[in-house]
């Protein structure tokens, strides 16, 4: 198992920047793929990025592709989300998981993970 707290989020103005991190416990860290999420008031969780365990692997959501990084520490169990070129769309609760899957591919539905931080607010104003 593995615990995720998300930080990191906060107020920033359109087209700043902003870094999220994901803080897992456990020495099993790195036998997890991790994805980024988010979720805006009355709409479905959206896929953002994700990272394979070794971190070799990454994918990203077409919406985000280009502006945002997702890297990883497993020396210090952190998944991180650099954000660039915010948008006002961007806005929502952005949530880090972990996959259990022994598996080289990254998944990009909310119901392939199996573990879930508790979010942390991300707000872009125009």
């Known amino acids: 198992q593995v615990q995720l707290v998300e930080s990191g989020g906060g107020l920033v103005q359109a087209g700043g920047s902003l870094r999220l991190s994901c803080a897992a416990s456990?020495?099993?860290?790195?036998?997890?793929?991790i994805g980024w999420f988010r979720q805006a008031p009355g709409q479905e969780r959206e896929f953002i990025a994700a990272?394979?365990?070794?971190?070799?692997?990454?994918y990203y959501g077409g919406s985000v592709k280009g502006r945002f990084t997702i890297s990883r520490d497993n020396a210090k169990n952190t998944v991180n989300l650099q954000m660039n070129t915010l948008r006002p769309e961007d806005t929502a609760v952005y949530y880090c998981?972990?996959?259990?899957?022994?598996?080289?591919?990254?998944?990009?539905?909310?119901?392939?993970?199996?573990?879930w931080g508790q979010g942390t607010q991300v707000t872009v104003s125009s």
């Open positions: 998981a972990a996959d259990r899957t022994r598996t080289t591919i990254v998944r990009v539905t909310p119901n392939s993970y199996d573990y």
């Open positions: 456990g020495r099993t860290f790195s036998s997890y793929n």
């Open positions: 990272i394979s365990r070794t971190g070799g692997s990454t």
